[in-house]
C-alpha cells in the first residue's frame, strides 16, 4: 500500500503563489498515476490536476488551467502542485492521491489518498 503526505499549504493573498508537495512511501512500484484534488467548504471533492509519475501525460480542470502546473520527482517519490496567480475561488483542503494505470479525473478510481493540506487564499 501508498501512504501519501501533502505539505505546503497555507495563507496566501490574491495573486499569489504557494507549491504544494505530495511524498509518497510504501509500495510506490505500484503506482502509476498521481492526482491532486480538492474541497472548498460546503462543496463536493473536484478533480485539479494528474499526471503519470513519469511526468508525462498531464490533465488539469479548466478552472486551474494555466496557472496550476503538476510535476513529479521520481527520484524523490515526490509529486508537486505549483500554484500561482491564486484566486480566492481557489480555497479549500487540497489532496493528492494514487493509483495504478493512467491518470483518470474521477476520484473514486485512485485508492491511496493524503490527509490534506489547507490552502486559503485571501482578498
Known amino acids: 500500500q501508498v501512504q501519501l503526505l501533502e505539505s505546503g499549504g497555507g495563507l496566501v493573498q490574491a495573486g499569489g503563489s504557494l507549491r504544494l508537495s505530495c511524498a509518497a512511501s510504501g509500495r510506490t512500484s505500484s503506482t502509476g498515476a498521481v492526482g491532486w484534488f480538492r474541497q472548498a467548504p460546503g462543496k463536493e471533492r473536484e478533480f485539479v490536476a494528474a499526471s503519470r509519475w513519469s511526468g508525462w501525460s498531464t490533465y488539469y480542470a479548466d478552472s486551474v488551467k494555466g496557472r496550476f502546473t503538476i510535476s513529479t520527482d521520481s527520484a524523490k517519490n515526490t509529486v508537486y502542485l505549483q500554484m500561482n496567480s491564486l484566486k480566492p475561488e481557489d480555497t479549500a483542503v487540497y489532496y493528492c492521491?494514487?493509483?495504478?494505470?493512467?491518470?483518470?479525473?474521477?476520484?473514486?478510481?485512485?485508492?491511496?489518498w493524503g490527509q490534506g493540506t489547507q490552502v486559503t487564499v485571501s482578498s
Open positions: 492521491a494514487a493509483k495504478g494505470g493512467w491518470p483518470v479525473q474521477g476520484e473514486s478510481q485512485y485508492d491511496a
